[in-house]
């Protein structure tokens, strides 16, 4: 009888707490500026409703492009609750990639978000690698659209003959990002250029049409 009864009370237990809220209780929560940190939450403290106004839904943070001046010949600026605090609560975060010609972001993965993919400007090359290490990557023109899946590696690169412009929107308030660590790999000119014409060589298929390859593929350099 009260293995019984521990049972029923287990599973009522846990029927509350499946129906417990799980989205935002107000209408929106922009993020409040603090000074130092005195209690530490998943996410973000709201600022007083009376104080919230138009501008904290505003961020031009993405207006102008990134600094491009490095060895990958490319820029990611992303804008999360942090410096944006209309976003808070909201799982969003939005990002502005901005490649040269020949410009590269190397592999990397967002472990908190899926991405999505908007090319604004110029020509360019995506792909993600799954959990078999099959790569997936397709050519992308100004209006196209590429989806990067939660956690997996991605990257992307200028095919084109001009500067490119990519826009993000990732489904994290704070998506997270881990790269190729260039301390374990050495990634050098010499290397970059190496997966560039990788990455060139496949984008001449018939058609642009590309197949799904094995990541060896790539780091084969």
Known sequence: M????????????CI?????DNDNLQD??????????TIFING??????????????????LKNPGNTDNLFHSSLTLATASDFPGLNTLGLSIGRTDLEVDGLVIPHSHPRASELFFVFKGVVIA???????KVFQTVLRAGD????????????????FEFATVFSVLNSQNPGVVS?????????????????????SVSKMEDNRIL???FSRFINL
């Open 127 to 133: 792909g993600f690698v799954d959990t078999s290490n």
């Open 2 to 13: 009260k293995t019984n009864l521990l049972f029923c009370i287990i599973c009522f237990t």
């Open 16 to 20: 509350i707490v499946c129906l417990a």
């Open 28 to 37: 929106t929560c922009p993020t409040a500026t603090t000074g130092q940190k």
């Open 180 to 200: 190729i660590s260039s301390g374990l790999f050495e990634l050098d000119s010499e290397v970059i250029r190496k997966l560039e014409r990788k990455l060139i």
């Open 145 to 160: 659209v590429f989806v990067f899946p939660k956690g997996l590696l991605h990257f992307c690169f200028n095919t084109g």
């Open 44 to 61: 973000f403290p709201c600022k007083n409703p009376a104080t919230i106004i138009a501008s904290d839904f505003k961020s031009s943070k």
């Open 212 to 214: 799904n390859e094995t």
